[in-house]
T-cell receptor, first 118, second 117 residues
Framework: AQKVTQAQTEISVVEKEDVTLDCVYE???????LFWYKQPPSGELVFLIR??????QNEISGRYSWNFQKSTSSFNFTITASQVVDSAVYFC???????????????FGTGTLLAVQP | GAVVSQHPSWVICKSGTSVKIECRSL??????MFWYRQFPKQSLMLMAT?????????EQGVEKDKFLINHASLTLSTLTVTSAHPEDSSFYIC?????????????FGDGTRLSIL
């Protein structure tokens, strides 16, 4: 069965600190996709990144970076020099590979609430 | 690109009322749309997957007659909560995917806060 674990329920940091959000997943599939979404207080989910299981290259986008390690089934997300606007709930999600809606649903973690204090 | 609009954003109504929520993909055609429910401080719970022109696939434990889903076009899916009761109060979020391939991200609407009195 597929499962996504975000062990950190809440994290509080002071502005300009670096912070890493952990994500550990379980799947029997050899091909799968990992995602990170941000949910600010307003409620909408914002897509941040997608990673294919066969691409372990780490990615950096501005202050955001992602570390994907298949050996430990982890897909961690780091925010460098955090800002108050980064305050949100961050969800890690997993999807099996395939075609056809019902079989390829997103499995979400429980989310990590990040609070960045000024 | 990939904008999903959800309407209404907030609904307050009396018990027994049926409520319809619309989900539209504004700048792309969505072969697959998803409906989620989210309780306060909890993760998203998938309710059903909706494919254009076919019946929705409901997750286990979700009442089909209670939560009616219609995906009549490639840009519109609706969720109707029939005879809503206070326990149906929740935050409902839809999402749409550009294609049926799972490597494509889901793009989410802003959500609908439903309060049943």
């Amino acid at each position: 069965a597929q499962k996504v674990t975000q062990a950190q329920t809440e994290i509080s940091v002071v502005e300009k600190e670096d912070v890493t959000l952990d994500c550990v997943y379980e799947t029997r599939d050899t091909t799968y996709y990992l995602f990170w979404y941000k949910q600010p207080p307003s409620g909408e989910l914002v897509f941040l990144i997608r990673r294919n299981s066969f691409d372990e290259q780490n990615e950096i986008s501005g202050r955001y970076s992602w570390n994907f390690q298949k050996s430990t089934s982890s897909f961690n997300f780091t925010i460098t020099a955090s800002q108050v606007v980064d305050s949100a709930v961050y969800f890690c999600a997993l999807s099996e590979a395939g075609y056809g809606g019902a079989t390829n649903k997103l499995i979400f973690g429980t989310g990590t609430l990040l609070a960045v204090q000024p | 690109g990939a904008v999903v609009s959800q309407h209404p954003s907030w609904v307050i109504c009396k018990s027994g009322t049926s409520v319809k929520i619309e989900c539209r993909s504004l700048d792309f055609q969505a072969t697959t749309m998803f409906w989620y429910r989210q309780f306060p401080k909890q993760s998203l719970m998938l309710m059903a997957t909706s494919n254009e022109g076919s019946k929705a696939t409901y997750e286990q434990g979700v009442e089909k007659d209670k939560f009616l889903i219609n995906h009549a076009s490639l840009t519109l899916s609706t969720l109707t909560v029939t005879s809503a009761h206070p326990e149906d109060s929740s935050f409902y979020i839809c999402s749409a995917r550009v294609s049926a391939y799972s490597n494509q991200p889901q793009h989410f609407g802003d959500g609908t806060r439903l309060s049943i009195l």
